[in-house]
């Protein structure tokens, strides 16, 4: 098996080095996460065998696998995979704001969420699920030719500060990932997510920031500009809103915490000077799975 890691390496990474940068980077980054157990690996109606399990009380005798059950003195019920894909929409936040990186050896905010929500669909779709984009003419779909639709309309971007989430598109009773570093106005999203829970939609909030968002490590002198440069504030004590922001920020983060709590979703904060594996793996799962987690 040593000898043939050799070739399958080389030919993964000679396709990969053909592909655009962003594909290029999401395609090593998905292949570093261990897919795991898939949500649709449930009991259900399909072609693919997934499990033997114990008769229960109410199997028919027709679906008791004689043959495996000759081999021990209990009867088995041989299980499929149940075969239903899921569809999942993706809205990552093209404002100004995201373009913010405190130090030029992070990554801005864009393309740390550009590069999550495309290995995130380069997993599920990988997993036989459908994956689009909403607000634009990309419906759920799989295959190769989505994923480079997908790839190409993530470079999108606004001149507005902050975005409110596009969730026209949305397929009823499906799931959605809006990334976003959501410091703008609150209600557009408050009512997004209501409206998407009335049609059965659920999902995940993954929120980016940078570090220095967080923790704040102004002092002294300090000009604040916006991205878009529409908005300017000078002070020469800033450590001395420190504290006030700090307590906003909290105040937010809690904020969609709750919202994602009271509509079904589930919420996560990822920072750009983390790991981006670690970040997918737990999208992967939230989406997938319908894991909680932080």
């Given at each position: 098996m040593t000898q043939n890691a050799a070739p399958l390496r080389a030919r993964a990474e000679a396709e990969t080095a053909r592909l655009p940068p962003l594909l290029a980077r999401a395609d090593r980054l998905a292949r570093t996460v261990m897919m795991g157990e898939h949500g649709r690996r449930r009991a259900g109606t399909g072609d693919d065998f997934w499990q033997y399990r114990p008769v229960q009380p109410g199997d028919a005798r027709g679906a008791i696998d004689w043959r495996r059950s000759a081999r021990s003195d209990a009867q088995f019920v041989r299980q499929r995979e149940w075969k239903l894909a899921q569809s999942v929409m993706l809205w990552v936040d093209p404002a100004a704001s995201m373009r913010f990186a405190s130090q030029s050896a992070l990554p801005d905010k864009a393309d740390r969420a550009r590069l999550l929500a495309l290995a995130v669909t380069l997993l599920l779709e990988r997993g036989g699920e459908r994956v689009g984009m909403?607000?634009?003419?990309?419906?759920?779909?799989?295959?190769?030719?989505?994923?480079?639709?997908?790839?190409?309309?993530l470079g999108a971007e606004s001149g507005e500060e902050h975005a409110a989430p596009d969730m026209t598109g949305l397929v009823p009773h499906g799931r959605a990932l809006l990334i976003s570093d959501f410091l703008g106005d609150p209600d557009p999203l408050r009512a997004a997510l209501v409206a998407a829970a009335d049609r059965g939609v659920r999902g995940v909030l993954c929120q980016v920031l940078d570090p220095a968002e967080e923790a704040f490590p102004y002092r002294g002198r300090t000009i604040f500009q916006s991205m878009a440069g529409t908005l300017s504030h000078e002070t020469l004590r800033a450590d001395d809103l420190r504290g006030r922001y700090l307590d906003r920020l909290a105040a937010r983060k809690d904020a969609l915490a709750s919202l994602a709590a009271a509509t079904g979703w589930q919420y996560g904060c990822h920072h750009t000077d983390a790991g981006a594996q670690a970040a997918l793996l737990w999208l992967y799962r939230a989406i997938s799975e319908g894991r909680g987690g932080a």
């Open positions: 909403t607000g634009t003419a990309l419906p759920p779909r799989r295959g190769a030719a989505q994923i480079a639709r997908i790839a190409e309309a």
